[in-house]
């Protein structure tokens, strides 16, 4: 399973971007897609996720009403929008995929495969 990431760059603080997310490969089935996100000399934390069944979205409290997640399950596309962003939303962006069951969406040890990673820098 390949997961292609694109978007992310750079934008002022209070600006916009869009980052998507497309997971390919051999035979599969996704249950859940989402993003994390890694600071410079922070661990890598749980941003957003949709469970295709049922439609549910999670999102971290700090980007809640900021950061909007869409997706087409039938393409294993998820698309994350990011509004009104701060300097602290500054990281490397990873989508990520569970090919499995799990209980939570927000356990990056959930995740069976990772995107490349893709960095927004928001200025000040």
């Known amino acids: 399973v390949q997961l292609q990431a694109s978007g992310g760059g750079l934008v002022q603080a209070g600006g916009s971007l869009s980052l998507s997310c497309a997971a390919s490969g051999r035979t599969f089935r996704t249950y859940v897609m989402g993003w994390f996100r890694q600071a410079p000399g922070k661990e890598r934390e749980f941003v957003v996720a949709l469970r295709w069944r049922g439609g549910m979205s999670y999102y971290a409290d700090s980007v809640k009403g900021r950061f909007t997640i869409s997706g087409a399950s039938a393409k294993n596309t998820v698309y994350l929008q990011m509004n009104s962003l701060k300097p602290e939303d500054t990281a490397v962006y990873y989508c990520?995929?569970?090919?499995?069951?799990?209980?939570?969406?927000?356990?990056?040890?959930?995740?069976?495969?990772w995107g490349q990673g893709t960095l927004v820098t928001v200025s000040s």
């Open positions: 990520a995929v569970q090919t499995h069951e799990a209980p939570s969406p927000r356990l990056l040890s959930n995740y069976d495969y």
